[in-house]
């Protein structure tokens, strides 16, 4: 009988959510929170995701915006003899439901992971043939986030199953967010704005500055890497819909210099903002990172609208990212290990974004400027400036329109 009810249930679902649509009203700023995997990998269970909770709050990440917290691969038991999943019974001994109400109770959400192959990437049940079981199963537990991979998904359209676990989410009635993850092979940004909140655009990164990972059968890139990997795909990201560059590598272990451009660049990009690192274990200087609310408003700005490389010179690159009340984000980025000292003319940056259809106007507009990472104001535009820019660092200003100065 019951296996006859489930057949009637999933037969509705499949048929009254054939023209199904993600989500809206989700992720209409960068998504920001925490994922277990570039720290911990397999290596989790209740009681750590409980203590991430608590120094999610603790340290203030929370109160940040940092609100998602994510469990990765390896959370997963076993099906049971109707097919529903069910946590690792060792490592999750009391359920998925009780995890979820705690990170609920410390004013958080929860995020999982699943897969559109037939195993996850860590070899666990992949959720290919079970995408609306799933789906009733997160909704069942109160999860607010899945992040959904690409792993062993021979012969498996990506379209297909990636509509098709946003039908099965959408069907279950509970809102939630639907991170895709399939690196890029299949252009998302060109097709997927209306089934995914956010989609991968590359690759995974790992913990490097400028290098590259070579393995059998894959590839991860440093930050470097993924940043130059962007070019073309700011006009397709947008509030509801972000191009995602993977999890932040901040506080694992590169210098302060190269995590203080890392958070930069990403924020340039209104990439979503997902931690990786240990935050139980944080030093003041990845705090001071992670927590600086002024960069923090450039990746969260309502406009929703990536930064683009406008010009390089010897190893420098210079960024500009529109936002709101006509104001400006300016960054430069130090891609060399040299100190690098610039004298900044306003009038070389004169140029139109044709996504956010503005002009900067430095020859008949004044901006004052404040630099984020100082956070000191540092005169405006009228002049140029002179700056200094360590090796794989950056200098970032927020430029604010200043209609009671004239040129």
Request: aromatic share 12%; proline share 4%; charged share 25%.
């Amino acid at each position: 009988m019951k296996r006859n009810l489930l057949f009637i249930l999933l037969t509705y679902l499949c048929v009254t959510t054939s023209f199904a649509q993600k989500f809206e009203g989700l992720a209409l700023t960068p998504p920001m929170g925490w994922n277990s995997w570039n720290k911990f990998a397999c290596n989790i269970d209740e009681n750590l995701i409980k203590s991430v909770a608590d120094a999610m709050v603790e340290t203030g990440l929370r109160d940040a915006g940092y609100v998602y917290l994510n469990l990765d691969d390896c959370w997963h038991g076993k099906r049971d003899s109707l097919g529903f999943i069910h946590p690792d019974p060792v490592k999750f001994p009391s359920g998925m439901k009780a995890l979820a109400d705690y990170v609920h109770s410390k004013g958080l959400k929860i995020g999982i992971y699943s897969d559109a192959g037939r195993q996850t990437c860590g070899g666990r049940p992949g959720s290919l043939g079970h995408e609306f079981q799933d789906a009733l199963q997160y909704a069942k537990w109160g999860i607010d986030y899945l992040k959904y991979d690409w792993c062993n998904t021979e012969d498996v359209n990506p379209i297909g199953a990636y509509n098709l676990m946003r039908d099965a989410l959408r069907a279950v009635g509970r809102p939630i967010l639907f991170s895709m993850c399939e690196w890029g092979h299949s252009k998302p940004w060109e097709w997927a704005a209306a089934t995914g909140h956010m989609w991968r655009t590359t690759g995974d990164i790992f913990n490097c500055f400028d290098c590259v990972d070579q393995h059998p059968g894959w590839t991860a890139y440093g930050v470097l890497q993924i940043l130059d990997m962007q070019k073309g795909l700011r006009k397709y990201a947008g509030p509801g819909h972000w191009n995602d560059p993977d999890m932040l590598e901040v506080g694992n272990g590169q210098t302060v210099n190269e995590d203080r451009a890392h958070f930069s660049m990403w924020c340039m990009l209104a990439a979503p903002l997902i931690l990786g690192n240990d935050i139980r274990r944080m030093s003041q200087e990845t705090k001071d990172i992670l927590m600086n609310r002024e960069v923090i408003a450039i990746d969260q700005d309502s406009l929703g609208i990536e930064g683009l490389k406008f010009a390089a010179d010897d190893g420098l690159e210079f960024w500009f990212k529109p936002l709101t009340k006509g104001d400006w984000a300016f960054c430069i980025l130090n891609r060399t290990t040299e100190v690098k000292t610039y004298n900044i003319d306003w009038q070389k940056f004169n140029l139109y974004d044709e996504v956010s259809k503005r002009f900067t106007d430095f020859d008949s507009k004044v901006y004052d400027m404040r630099n984020l990472w100082t956070k000191e104001t540092a005169g405006d535009t009228r002049k140029e400036v002179a700056v200094t820019i360590p090796g794989h660092d950056v200098a970032l200003y927020r430029l604010t329109l200043n209609s009671k100065k004239k040129k």
